[in-house]
């Protein structure tokens, strides 16, 4: 039987945390995790790596004035204290504080990194306070996050979705010769893997990204004996980037992630940038890292994940936890309430007011409308509406806010005019508020659903060569790999055409719009067409045409009616994005909208042809992903 209450061992260069379920050692002062021992398994982190590469807070940052990729730098403490200890709780503190003699070496941050076991729990919890006083010097700070480092003799099976899961490649099958560089480091080819049934395959972490909205569990499983090793995210308050933000989860290594901070699927736009003199205090986590076992008899891989689940159904019911003993992270009745309803009014659709079913709504810092994406310093704190457009926000930490919200079907962003404030103990009654989306006119045709996503487009088939087979007849298959080489395939000599009325958006719309591959390995600008006809021109008004975006890489979107050489185009975005969505099988990235009046004296009776050129061509990954394109007609005296 497990002991009555939690243990703490204190040795000179480690700290042991012991509830009778798990003992988890870390280094000390560094506080580094070193060894979790469970279920008869001596150590469930990879015993052949050095223990500073087995469990830790890592982050990546540059001194604001060197433009470079950024320093990798795995976060030691240099002080350990005891925070709390007695039957029910220990909690422990392992503490880096900079000075300025490290400037240029270190990032200029106070870091103090929080471990927490509770009496009867299976796992343990993380959570760290990063602070940057006024008399500092300015930095980025590109990533953050927790990594565990698994065995990889015991851990081969990935969860992270009940349809994304499978046994995965060891990290030997990576590197040469069994593995083989694709065209980028991230992606291999396995050639000749241990395993020989998954010669073929290409493995990327890329393939394994999720949402934040979607990543609340992942891990790994062990048959023998029947172990997961679980890392859960509670709640996305302190992650950047809103619900729809990308993030890595577990990949081959075995590798656990609890990405906080990253700039994958956005790029530049989610780096903080700190000023000098910029105070800023932060809470990430904490998280929660769960191990459970399975009775021989039963299918592990089945009833473990399903464990899962619900002990992240119970941490997620349990937030804001009661028991981390640090000020920085308020607790229930120190927070505050928003509710409301949320209406949309298009008087082109209905003449009533239309319920903002499954809307996203969210409190963010304030900004400019549809900033919330790209803001990443503080909290953010989201939900979804009923079907009936009802929403409430719970325990939001006390701050000003602004009232941001998307709707699926919809496109553009709303946001509340006023500043909201957050108290302790407060509850606001936002009653109801109406969304009216972008719109002049009628609409004379549309491709597409406006849902910030690609996926409704026709994503190909991979090339045999390169085929993660978790992802065949899968709907996440735009997951495969290379799958922007197969425009060149499918248009080898002409762009796509699109007719309005006889194309299906479906089979007819490649997902990206990229460029095309030439035989000395350069690449060329691509021109898509929507052709569409118009029985009569409103001679004396303007016509408009919504573009929504769901990534950009590097790219430009130049739009012409009518006439291909027009130059300069009616339209051009100039160089905008560097998501990466197209190489990282992200399907979107970062949303953008874009509202391009046609003058009447563009359009024809009968046939007209929208040109839509992405001009910018020097390699495979540059393009643009649309979401949703809309064409109006001139307003209408009965709608508006």
């Not at 009569?536 to 890489?553: E, P, Q």
Request: proline residues 7%.
């Amino acid at each position: 039987m497990p002991p009555i209450g939690v243990q703490l061992l204190i040795q000179d260069r480690h700290v042991m945390m012991d509830n009778g379920f798990v003992q988890v050692t870390l280094s000390n002062p560094e506080g580094i995790v070193t060894g979790i021992r469970y279920n008869g398994i001596d150590n469930l982190l990879e015993i052949r790596n050095e223990e500073t590469n087995r469990g830790y807070w890592d982050l990546v940052w540059s001194e604001a004035t060197t433009g470079t990729t950024g320093i990798f730098d795995v976060i030691k403490g240099t002080k350990f204290e005891v925070i709390v200890e007695n039957d029910d709780q220990v909690e422990l503190s392992f503490t880096r504080t900079w000075d300025p003699s490290q400037e240029g070496k270190l990032v200029p941050l106070n870091i103090d990194k929080r471990f927490i076991m509770v009496r009867g729990s299976s796992g343990f919890y993380s959570y760290a306070i990063y602070e940057h006083l006024q008399e500092w010097p300015a930095f980025e700070l590109g990533e953050t996050r927790i990594a565990f480092k698994l065995r990889k003799d015991k851990f081969h099976y990935m969860a992270m979705a009940d349809n994304r899961q499978r046994y995965m490649p060891l990290p030997d099958d990576r590197l040469p010769p069994r593995g083989q560089p694709l065209a980028y480091p991230e992606a291999v080819l396995l050639v000749n893997p241990i395993e020989p049934d998954l010669k073929g395959e290409v493995d990327d972490k890329y393939q394994y990204s999720c949402d934040n909205k979607d990543s609340r569990v992942h891990g790994w499983i062990c048959t023998d004996p029947p172990v997961g090793f679980w890392q859960i995210t509670p709640s996305n308050e302190f992650r950047s980037g809103g619900p729809v933000k990308q993030n890595l989860t577990s990949h081959v290594g075995p590798t656990t992630l609890a990405v906080f901070l990253s700039a994958h699927y956005s790029g530049d736009d989610l780096v903080p940038k700190f000023a000098a003199g910029e105070y800023w205090k932060k809470v990430f986590g904490p998280v929660f890292m769960y191990v459970n076992s399975e009775y021989l008899g039963n299918d592990p891989l089945i009833s473990l994940w399903e464990d899962a689940k619900i002990q992240m159904m119970i941490e997620v019911q349990s937030w804001p936890y009661s028991f981390p003993a640090s000020e920085n992270f308020p607790k229930s009745d120190q927070r505050g309430d928003v509710s409301g309803r949320l209406l949309i009014r298009d008087g082109y659709i209905s003449d009533d007011y239309i319920s903002a079913n499954g809307a996203y709504v969210g409190l963010a810092p304030p900004g400019d409308v549809g900033s919330w994406q790209r803001e990443c310093k503080d909290y953010q704190f989201w939900t979804t509406t009923d079907a009936d457009g009802y929403f409430s926000i719970n325990d939001i930490r006390t701050d000003d806010y602004n009232l941001n919200a998307w709707v699926p079907g919809f496109i553009g962003d709303y946001q509340y005019d006023d500043v909201i404030t957050i108290t302790s103990g407060c509850e606001v009654d936002m009653g109801e508020l109406v969304y009216e989306p972008p719109r002049d006119g009628p609409t004379l045709w549309e491709i597409g659903i406006p849902d910030r996503s690609a996926a409704e487009f026709y994503v190909p088939d991979p090339n045999p060569n390169y085929i993660n087979n978790l992802f065949v007849n899968h709907p996440d298959r735009f997951r495969q790999y290379g799958l922007w080489d197969r425009y060149t395939e499918l248009y080898p000599d002409a762009d796509l055409v699109y007719t309005v009325g006889v194309s299906d958006y479906s089979k007819d719309w490649f997902f990206a719009q990229v460029t095309r591959k030439k035989d000395d390995n350069k690449y060329q600008a691509t021109t898509w067409q929507i052709k569409f006809k118009l029985d009569d021109v409103d001679k004396n008004g303007t016509y408009k045409l919504r573009v929504a975006l769901a990534s950009a890489t590097l790219s430009e979107l130049q739009v012409r009616v009518n006439n291909p050489k027009e130059n300069p185009p009616l339209f051009t975005s100039g160089l905008i994005g560097r998501d990466n969505s197209i190489a990282r099988h992200g399907i979107h990235g970062l949303y953008w909208l874009y509202n391009v009046k046609i003058p009447s004296s563009r359009l024809v009776e009968g046939d007209n042809t929208i040109f839509l050129t992405q001009p910018r061509s020097t390699g495979p990954f540059q393009g643009i992903m649309y979401d949703y394109i809309r064409l109006e007609g001139p307003p209408s005296v009965s709608s508006k």
